[in-house]
């Protein structure tokens, strides 16, 4: 995205934006990961940031001290009147939009770009900005005070003059670049484990999400290379109780929301200690979810994958076309945290090995002689980008293996046969018994669906296809040219009225 002066100007705020209990004043869906000093929010007013950053460092943390903010949003941002309004393509009005390749140098140039056309415009309509908010209402506002994200950024450091405020432009729906999982990095690299880290999207949902769970992962090698040799020395401490590799799901719940797709089982017997790596990430995906798996957020980004694919079974073939794609990007995303988690247990172990000699007796523990490197000193020697390439066959199996789902449920060989009797011997005849006997057959298909509108969406779009799957072929031909020409609809319904309509005499 890069012609901002067509961009239309969205307001990020809406009604109902707030989806969680106890709110900041001003930063929507402010929530601090369980166990880690990482938080999660969308895009916060000027009045917003400052207070959760006063909530962030509370009474103990320093003001002065480094505090870590991730903006992951690809649109730039002004403000107006303290309030956050963004840049978006015309037709890409909504909660959030997938812009392309957008870089931090690009995000930088756009706000740039951005906020002198919104001076223009409101210079050229007597003082007032016109707008729309994400249902495209449209709105006019007086402006009082017009600022760039980084002038709020450079105001809000005046208080807090340890504030690094970093963009990371992602895509919402596939994984972030290798590069940007290094950009992560890198910005964290040389903190301290109780370093806050803060990450931000439009309303802090998935992209926000996403960046939490890879600075939490993080956060896992700062706490394994600095205290795992320590742990091992305190009396009647079971170390393996410690370690999230050692995490374990509900079995009991289905294999798609444990994430077992084929592409994950072929990851985790490729990559060395992959069940290991996926349990890490398994484990932190689920502290930044819902309540329901122990996080306290609102996107569980494993899980969304198979609620995504429950869903895909009842729409129409213009929407699943779309949620076919998010679907596979949100398992590429899965799929590059847990190759990101086999990295950081691998930077992990070469951390503690990397120390020079003359530098481990200082950090060497003497009951084991394991070192235990403060966080502030813990050096990577590889980039996730290098790991990638020396594990390039991890990139080819993503690209091929993130379709590889069952998209529709296989009728059974007994019931599909038999309905290809029924019709083949009189189909008008017998299509009392055809329409019975396919939604029995959907009955049993369907079984492990709730009751409920989406089971009797699945069931009649399921009795729609088989219909027309086993008309005769003369009405076959006929239905199929009437929908191709979108004179009909593939609906059990249409298909039946047409099939069965008799021409008056």
């Known amino acids: 995205m890069g012609d901002m002066a067509n961009a239309a100007c969205m307001a990020d705020g809406f009604d109902k934006i707030q989806k969680l209990p106890d709110p900041v004043v001003g930063c929507p869906n402010f929530r601090r990961v369980p166990g880690f000093k990482v938080y999660c929010c969308g895009q916060p007013t000027i009045a917003g940031f400052e207070a959760a950053l006063t909530k962030v460092c509370g009474e103990t943390y320093p003001k002065d001290g480094p505090i870590i903010w991730f903006n992951l949003r690809q649109e730039p941002t002004v403000y107006v009147n303290g309030v956050p309004i963004c840049a978006r393509p015309a037709n890409k009005i909504g909660e959030y939009a997938e812009l392309g390749a957008i870089t931090r140098d690009i995000a930088k140039a756009n706000e740039v770009e951005f906020l002198a056309v919104c001076e223009m415009r409101a210079k050229e309509n007597g003082g007032k900005l016109k707008a729309v908010d994400i249902s495209k209402n449209a709105l006019e506002l007086e402006v009082k005070e017009l600022k760039s994200l980084s002038q709020v950024i450079e105001g809000l450091k005046e208080k807090f003059p340890g504030l690094v405020h970093w963009r990371v432009p992602v895509c919402n729906s596939a994984a972030p670049l290798e590069s940007d999982f290094d950009i992560i ?207 390039a066959g991890l990139r080819a199996l993503i690209d091929t293996g993130k379709g590889n789902l069952q998209w529709e449920r296989d009728i059974p060989a007994a019931s599909l046969a038999n309905l290809e009797s029924l019709a083949a011997k009189d189909f008008q005849g017998n299509l009392g018994k055809i329409i019975h006997d396919i939604y029995q057959t959907a009955h049993v298909m369907f079984g492990d669906m709730p009751q409920g509108d989406h089971k009797k969406r699945a069931k009649y779009r399921f009795a729609s296809k088989t219909i027309m799957r086993i008309l005769p072929a003369a009405q076959k031909g006929e239905v199929e040219k009437l929908i191709e020409g979108k004179k009909m609809t593939m609906d059990l319904y249409e298909i039946l009225g047409k099939c069965t309509w008799v021409q008056p005499k």
């Open 185 to 391: 990095i890198k910005t964290m690299v040389g903190t301290a484990i109780n370093t806050p880290v803060i990450v931000n999207d439009q309303v802090g949902l998935s992209r926000a999400t996403t960046g939490c769970v890879a600075a939490c992962l993080f956060k896992e090698l700062q706490i394994s290379a600095s205290f795992e040799g320590l742990v091992e020395t305190v009396p009647g401490v079971n170390a393996t109780l410690l370690k999230t590799d050692k995490y374990v799901m509900n079995p009991e719940k289905d294999t798609l929301f444990r994430g077992e797709f084929e592409v994950v089982k072929e990851l985790i017997a490729t990559m060395k200690n992959g069940a290991a790596a996926k349990n890490n990430a398994d484990k932190i995906i689920d502290l930044n979810g819902t309540p329901k798996t122990g996080g306290t957020g609102i996107k569980q980004l494993r899980e969304n994958i198979a609620e995504s694919k429950l869903s895909y079974e009842i729409m129409d073939d213009a929407a699943q076309a779309f949620l076919k794609t998010k679907i596979m990007d949100n398992i590429q995303k899965y799929f590059y945290l847990i190759a990101f988690g086999g990295y950081i247990r691998e930077a992990a172990a070469a951390a503690r090995d990397a120390i020079e000699t003359d530098k481990k007796a200082s950090v060497a523990l003497p009951a084991s002689g394991k070192c235990a490197i403060p966080a502030t000193q813990l050096v990577l020697g590889k980039t996730f980008v290098a790991f990638m390439e020396e594990n």
